[in-house]
């Protein structure tokens, strides 16, 4: 792997029914508890799309923070709230079809210096949002218990 291309990874384990631990692989970062809301699961967690709006949220908000003290601004915490849309597609699947995120600065904007540069570039240094924005290529593989590759019609 080039220095142009890093890799980071999880594993995912079944608890009961739908909730799944997530280990954050070669970090001390505590585990995370998924699970979807009923009737399928127990709410014992965030949901998938919950964890896609706090991604897109929390990157944002980094970027943020990253340009306004790039140009040397000292900003108080930042806040921000997002809500995912979920709709229906063609086949009748729910899919997140939308994502607003309000962000929210402590200071007023005249006490920032270059505010107009940091709007103008901040979302450029959000890797989440501008991975979704363009769709992320995605690969599948399912193994049975034996280890053995099964075929999966369409993945990619």
């Not at 709006?53 to 601004?73: D, P």
Request: one cysteine or more.
């Amino acid at each position: 792997m080039s220095e142009a291309e890093q890799t980071i990874g999880i594993t995912l384990e079944q608890v009961a029914d739908y909730e799944f631990r997530v280990r954050f692989d070669e970090t001390s970062i505590p585990d995370l508890t998924t699970d979807e809301g009923a009737p399928l699961g127990r709410g014992a967690g965030p949901n998938p799309s919950r964890l896609l709006a706090a991604a897109v949220a929390n990157c944002l908000s980094a970027s943020l923070l990253f340009a306004l003290r790039k140009y040397k601004n000292t900003p108080g915490p930042l806040a921000a709230t997002a809500k995912a849309t979920l709709a229906r597609n063609e086949q009748g699947r729910w899919r997140v079809s939308h994502i607003g995120v309000d962000l929210q600065l402590a200071d007023k904007a005249e006490l920032l210096e270059h505010l107009d540069r940091v709007l103008a570039q901040f979302e450029d240094f959000c890797i989440v949002t501008q991975s979704v924005r363009q769709g992320i290529k995605v690969d599948v593989n399912v193994r049975d218990g034996d280890g053995q590759l099964l075929p999966v019609p369409g993945a990619g």
